[in-house]
């Protein structure tokens, strides 16, 4: 059974989203998560040597976009059922990277303003671009086409969206916690005391947890791609997924 008859008819729910992630991401969870922590090596190393360090950032931004560019093109291959690997991720994933890279950068930035200045226009940011990134990924639009492709996908859907991005948010953030807080007990402490007294595990652990939930929110973004085409347009994902034969 692929992901797709798992996750039922077009007309998509924020459960059935979230059914279709989870089961793409458990089942390629070792080739999606690897290539999430093997293109997030760079920030591993920049949290070891230079903790907390304001290149970090740009560090963490820049190459988990290439992380979410190549998992993207993963997940929907996975989606029509096709098994991929690491290998295959990686090579047909970069053949897209260009505009899908700049596209997540903007992305990135512009919601990191609008949670800045007000949470509103962040939340707004989050909603109406939200399948930006694969929609440059698949459909290979321009910087801007990407974004008002976005817009018309999200038009009328956000509300299930918003309640998509939550629900799985709120997964992924005690999943998170609970790993966080076993390993302060692992190590003697609170998770304070354990950033504090053992930056370098600490580090390690971040990077590892987190190129799992990057790989798990790449799924996500690129499933709830496939389902506002699939509901809007009427296409199925053989034909979305067309476009990398």
């Known amino acids: 059974m692929t992901a797709i008859d798992a996750g039922g008819s077009r007309q998509w729910t924020v459960g059935s989203v979230l059914s ?12 999606f998560a690897g290539t999430a922590l093997l293109l997030t090596v760079p920030t591993l190393l920049f949290r070891l040597v230079l903790p907390l360090s304001f290149f970090q950032n740009i560090v963490q931004i820049a190459f988990g976009q290439i992380a979410y560019v190549t ?5 929907v291959q996975a989606l029509r059922g096709r098994k991929v690997a690491m290998g295959e991720c990686l090579s047909e994933g970069f053949k897209r990277l ?6 997540g950068i903007l992305y990135t930035i512009a919601l990191a303003v609008g949670f800045v200045l007000l949470i509103v226009p962040g939340v707004l940011v989050l909603l109406w671009w939200a399948v930006a990134v ?9 910087v801007a086409d990407s974004f008002s492709r976005s817009s018309a996908l999200t038009r009328d859907r956000r509300w299930r969206i918003l309640g998509v991005l939550l629900v799985a948010g709120l997964i992924v953030g005690v999943i998170q916690f609970i790993i966080f807080w076993i390993i302060g007990l692992m ?19 971040q990077w590892l947890v987190g190129g799992v939930a990057l790989a798990f929110y790449a799924c996500l973004l690129a499933t709830l791609y496939y389902s506002l085409r699939s509901d809007k347009e009427g296409v199925d994902i053989n034909q979305i997924a067309s476009v990398f034969d």
């Open 20 to 31: 279709m992630s989870f089961s793409v991401f458990t089942g390629h969870l070792v080739p």
């Open 71 to 75: 998992l993207i093109y993963g997940t």
């Open 98 to 103: 260009g505009v899908a890279f700049v596209v």
């Open 134 to 142: 694969p929609s440059a990924v698949v459909e290979k639009t321009g």
């Open 187 to 205: 190590a003697g402490s609170t998770v304070t005391t354990l950033v504090l007294q053992h930056t370098s595990l600490f580090g390690l652990v």
